[in-house]
């Protein structure tokens, strides 16, 4: 699309040039904010429908909501809300928890931690676009407070100008980017759909080999062991305990320049760290375990999140993770049977606490697994690093379109929301 005819200086630095019979006005002008707010004289059974920071994925709007009674609510579960209302997350401003809030049920509750915007000098459907794009949201993350928990008071968000077209044109350019969001939200769910395809045969393909074998062929026996069903013939059966050593080693002390590993450094079912193991110590653990080089980790916080890895160095992690020691198995077969989806159902169903469950070594050690010939092991495990990596890279692949695409949808709202193109 071709820009607008003549242009001149908005007056506000992100903004630059904006169009000639355009203005830039404060958020204050243009919408109130916080209106309507919980009092604590709310009947305690009341139920609500609460939405937290959380809750809100950048670009993708409101994506989870909680049912609770008032008197089980957070005492942050204060802020109503209406159709047209715009929730702005005014700490951890970083995540960008920015939607439209659009035919609620009328018990919607959400945050104290978001700013409700409710439009008045400016049409609803050009306001969603407005206070979502990129330049105001950096502006929002810029003037935030604090380090770790970065936040803007309301007031101060609200002194934020943003361009201001005729409302003719407010209605145009909202009706522009109702359709093409919905077509570039239509290609990433398509996107997201496939990943998940591939998500599922990753595991499956594992699943078969570890459980199967590389000969589909060779003869099978019932396994005695519900999640594992038939294994081949000529394979055994054996208690983890046993082809592990678990590594107990222990310390409270600094560590200065060690790689330290915790649960946060481990992708979730896929064997792979999410950043390098050569970060230093850090203060957040007052205990760490020691490991060595082809030790395999394991969380028994939380299981369901499978969290397993092999190290590739030496170094120290959170006692939340088990250090195992191979003796009589292959590492990488190893690492495969602890990632299977049965084996992490029957230790997650084996955990203890509420808030904060664990798995117990004793029940974990005792688990069956199977046992191909070493030989065998280490021909699975070949195998699997060349499959997993090929459908990693299509992973990968895939998650990069969808990133152009985010980017394309952030650069289109930029360009119709401040001028950049005239939208017809």
């Not at 919607?108 to 979502?132: E, N, W």
């Not at 393909?205 to 199967?212: A, D, G, L, N």
Request: a negative charge; one cysteine or more; aromatic letters at 8%.
């Amino acid at each position: 699309m071709k820009p607008y005819p003549a242009y001149k200086p908005s007056g506000v630095p992100w903004l630059g040039k904006m169009p000639a019979h355009w203005e830039s006005k404060a958020a204050k002008f243009l919408v109130t904010c916080n209106d309507d707010v919980l009092t604590e004289d709310v009947d305690p059974a009341t139920e609500i429908v609460y939405v937290e920071i959380a809750d809100v994925e950048e670009g993708q709007g409101i994506k989870a909501t909680t049912d609770m009674l008032f008197k089980d609510a957070p005492s942050r579960a204060r802020r109503q809300v209406k159709h047209g209302d715009i929730i702005v997350s005014t700490v951890r401003t970083y995540l960008k928890a920015i939607a439209p809030v659009e035919n609620p049920p009328d018990n919607l509750v959400v945050s104290t931690g978001f700013a409700v915007l409710r439009p008045h000098g400016v049409s609803q459907g050009f306001a969603k676009y407005a206070f979502a794009e990129s330049g105001f949201i950096n502006t929002v993350i810029a003037r935030s407070n604090g380090v770790s928990y970065p936040a803007i008071n309301a007031t101060d968000l609200v002194r934020i100008p943003i361009p201001v077209p005729p409302v003719e044109e407010q209605q145009v350019i909202a009706s522009y980017l109702d359709r093409e969001t919905a077509r570039v939200d239509t290609l990433i769910a398509e996107k997201g759909r496939l990943i998940e395809t591939l998500r599922e045969y990753r595991q499956a393909t594992i699943s078969e080999v570890v459980t199967q074998g590389l000969d589909p062929t060779a003869p099978k026996k019932p396994s005695g062991v519900p999640w594992l069903g038939e294994i081949p013939a000529h394979w055994g059966l054996k208690r983890l305990k046993f082809h592990v050593e678990q590594v107990g080693e222990k310390t409270s002390e600094p560590l200065a320049g060690v790689a330290y590993i915790g649960l946060e450094h481990i992708e979730s079912g896929t064997g792979k760290f999410i950043s390098s193991m050569d970060g230093t110590q850090t203060e957040s653990e007052s205990t760490v375990s020691h490991f060595c080089v082809g030790d395999v980790l394991f969380g028994k916080l939380r299981p369901y999140l499978a969290k397993a890895v092999i190290a590739y160095g030496d170094g120290v992690c959170t006692t939340e993770l088990l250090v195992l020691r191979p003796n009589s198995m292959d590492s990488g077969y190893l690492l495969s049977c602890l990632l299977l989806d049965g084996f992490i159902k029957t230790v997650d169903a084996s955990t203890f606490g509420a808030k904060m469950p664990r798995a117990d070594w004793t029940f974990i050690s005792n688990l069956l697994l199977p046992e191909p010939p070493a030989v065998e092991q280490q021909a699975i495990a070949a195998y699997l690093d060349t499959e997993t990596a090929r459908i990693d890279a299509l992973l990968a692949h895939v998650q990069d379109e969808i990133k152009l695409l985010q980017e394309l949808r952030a650069a289109t709202i930029t360009d119709a929301v401040t001028g950049k193109i005239q939208v017809s």
